[in-house]
C-alpha cells in the first residue's frame, strides 16, 4: 500500500509564491516518478509538472512555465512544487501522484497513467 499525503495549499495574492509538498510512504521502490495536478471548480482535472525519479526529466503545463517549479528528494520520499508569480487562474485544488511503474525517463501527463494520489490540497490566488 501506498500513501500520498499533499499539504501547503493556502490564500495568496497575486504575484505570490506558495511550495506545495507531497510525502510518499508505504511500499518502497525505487523507480517511480511524481506528478502534480489540479482542479478548479467547474473545469476538469489538468496536469501540472511531473519528474523522473532521478529529478533528471521534468515536464511542464505551457500555463506554468517559467513560474512553477518541480523538485524531489528521495531521502525523505518527498516531491514538491514550488509555484511563483501566482496568477488567479492558478486556484484550483492540487493534488500529487505517484506513477509506480514509468516508462523509462517518459512522464506521463494524463491522470489514468498515475496509480496513487493525495487527498489534495487548497490554492487560492486573490486579484
Known amino acids: 500500500q501506498v500513501e500520498l499525503r499533499d499539504s501547503g495549499g493556502g490564500l495568496v495574492h497575486a504575484g505570490g509564491s506558495l511550495r506545495l509538498s507531497c510525502v510518499v510512504s508505504?511500499?518502497?521502490?525505487?523507480?517511480?516518478?511524481m506528478g502534480w495536478f489540479r482542479q478548479a471548480p467547474g473545469k476538469e482535472r489538468e496536469f501540472v509538472a511531473a519528474?523522473?525519479?532521478?529529478?533528471?526529466?521534468?515536464s511542464y503545463a505551457d500555463s506554468v512555465k517559467g513560474r512553477f517549479t518541480i523538485s524531489r528528494d528521495n531521502a525523505q520520499n518527498t516531491a514538491y512544487l514550488q509555484m511563483d508569480n501566482l496568477k488567479p487562474e492558478d486556484t484550483a485544488n492540487y493534488s500529487c501522484?505517484?506513477?509506480?511503474?514509468?516508462?523509462?525517463?517518459?512522464?506521463?501527463?494524463?491522470?489514468?497513467?498515475?496509480?496513487?494520489w493525495g487527498q489534495g490540497t487548497q490554492v487560492i490566488v486573490s486579484s
Open positions: 501522484a505517484a506513477d509506480w511503474r514509468p516508462a523509462g525517463m517518459f512522464l506521463h501527463t494524463v491522470a489514468p497513467e498515475y496509480d496513487y
Open positions: 519528474i523522473s525519479f532521478s529529478g533528471r526529466a521534468t
Open positions: 508505504g511500499r518502497s521502490s525505487t523507480n517511480y516518478a
